[in-house]
């Protein structure tokens, strides 16, 4: 696709339930990241790949949150029994630059009730 | 640790005013540094980017921003604001480790 797609755009969750959120790159970007936006405040730092390994996953908050690239392409972003404090939208960006310019999805908003 | 502080959460201006987005950053080396822009319901779009070629970067849709190492500053500025400039506005800085930290954003509301 011409752009960063990410599935789905909005996820209504129950607490402790399990939620898998997906992200298909620009064609040929090698690098991938996941951030976190909250209301009014900026994009939080998750997980970046490059490649199929995490080179920093510094940014998660804990260990219900896991991301994966498989494939050097596609990744999935996995959170294990939510927590409303996990309702947020979770964007997606990828670049074919090590210079920071990212080119970002429109986000998958998730709520947790 | 780099960050950014982005002042004022809100800024309203009168169509055809100046707009001026203050960006302030933290870093011990000049860092890269960006302005992206969020349309309602969109994503985040790059507005410009600082990467030491040239102090006054102009961007897209009319923006530039000028990088000042002595005031730690990347403004983001327009002559003339248009009603399509209405949008959310984030700062962030880049220390060349491939991540991008973002400041808080700034809403930016066009007055008719």
């Known amino acids: 696709g011409a752009g960063v797609s990410q599935t789905p755009s909005n996820k209504v969750t129950e607490k402790g339930k399990y939620v898998e959120l997906r992200c298909d790159p620009i064609s040929g970007h090698t690098a991938l990241y996941w951030y976190r936006q909250s209301l009014g405040q900026g994009p939080e730092f998750l997980i970046y790949f490059q490649g199929t390994g995490a080179a920093d996953d510094s940014g998660l908050p804990n260990d219900r949150f896991f991301a994966v690239r498989p494939e050097g392409s596609v990744s999935t972003l996995k959170i294990q029994r939510t927590e409303r404090g996990d309702s947020a939208v979770y964007l997606c960006a990828s670049s074919q630059t090590l210079t920071g310019e990212l080119f970002f999805g429109e986000g998958s908003r998730l709520t947790v009730l | 640790a780099q960050s950014v502080t982005q002042l004022g959460s809100h800024v309203s201006v009168s169509e055809g005013a100046l707009v001026l987005l203050r960006c302030n950053y933290s870093?011990?080396?000049?860092?890269?540094l960006f302005w992206y822009v969020q349309y309602p319901n969109q994503g985040l779009q790059l507005l410009l980017k600082y990467t030491s070629a040239a102090t006054l970067v102009k961007g897209i849709n009319g923006f530039e921003a000028e990088f000042k190492k002595s005031e730690t500053s990347f403004h983001l500025t327009k002559p003339s604001a248009h009603m399509s400039d209405a949008a959310e506005y984030f700062c962030a800085v880049n220390r060349g480790n491939e991540k991008l930290t973002f400041g808080t954003g700034t809403r930016l509301t066009i007055i008719p």
């Open positions: 870093s011990s080396v000049p860092p890269y």
